[in-house]
């Protein structure tokens, strides 16, 4: 049974950092392409930032050029880097793969961007 476990988010203020850690046992993540994904209250799960089949990586406009995905293959953890964060970016985040048929989510990591 696959188990994803995200980590790293907290309270930060407005321009800070954050990085998120996606670990997960029962798979081996570098054989998919994995993504982060995020919920703000009241909107639908969307994603932010991935890898390609190719190995590649996609963001969504909104975070283009301030977040950062990456990945440890030996410690079977990708993560997402955080930069110059904003308001906007407060949400539950979590990892999983883009695929149609996903894994069970985790519970995800609470990112809270204020002043």
């Known amino acids: 049974q696959v188990q994803l476990v995200e980590s790293g988010g907290g309270l930060v203020q407005p321009g800070g950092s954050l990085r998120l850690s996606c670990a997960a046992s029962?798979?081996?993540?570098?054989?998919?392409?994995m993504g982060w994904y995020r919920q703000a209250p009241g909107k639908q799960r969307e994603l932010v930032a991935g890898?390609?089949?190719?190995?590649?990586?996609n963001y969504a406009d909104s975070v283009k050029g301030r977040f950062t995905i990456s990945r440890d293959n030996a410690k079977n953890t990708v993560y997402l880097q955080m930069n110059s964060l904003k308001a906007e970016d407060t949400a539950v985040y979590y990892c999983?793969?883009?695929?149609?048929?996903?894994?069970?989510w985790g519970q995800g990591t609470q990112v809270t961007v204020s002043s």
């Open positions: 029962g798979t081996i993540l570098s054989i998919y392409a």
């Open positions: 890898f390609t089949s190719s190995g590649s990586t």
């Open positions: 999983n793969k883009q695929a149609i048929l996903k894994f069970t």
